[in-house]
């Protein structure tokens, strides 16, 4: 029966689509059939210069750059440098450990969740009603009824 029900779903939504997939193509034919007739527009002249001309120019135009001037203001040679840190592995930067200071009065990580947690609880949610779906093939009402009535009989029968 079960299946049955399944196989009629199936062609049903099967039928739907091969019927709006007819219509679609019924409809693209007769626009694509049918003869459309715009009426040519009075030309503006508003834009004072050609944009083909421009477009053209720009693509077609060469920008040179001017080379500019070498500054020698690093005194030592950066390339050197680098490539001395990656040839060796045993050159590790190494850091200093700044000192600790306590200059804000209060606790930035406590005062950021209560505003996420406050933000939250504020926020509204509006959700559609749902349709209820019967998709559970069984009575759930019947069965924690009957879980219940055991484990009442057994809590009775081992109380005995």
Known sequence: MKQTIKNFKAMKTKLQT??????????????????FQFEDEAYINDIPFNTEMV????????FDLEEENYINDIPFDT???AFETVESDSN?????????????????EVI???????????QVFEMPEEKSINDIPFNTLAIAKK??????S???ASAW
């Open 55 to 62: 477009v053209n120019n720009l693509v077609a135009a060469e």
């Open 79 to 81: 390339y050197e440098i």
């Open 112 to 122: 950021a969740d209560n505003y996420n947690y406050e933000t939250a609880l504020n």
């Open 147 to 152: 879980v219940q009535q055991d484990s009442i």
């Open 154 to 156: 057994g809590f009775v």
């Open 92 to 108: 590790v930067l190494e850091m200093k450990e700044e000192v600790y200071i306590n200059d804000i009065p209060f606790n930035t």
């Open 18 to 35: 091969s019927a709006l997939i007819i219509i679609l193509s019924v409809i693209s034919i007769q626009l694509s059939a049918s003869d």
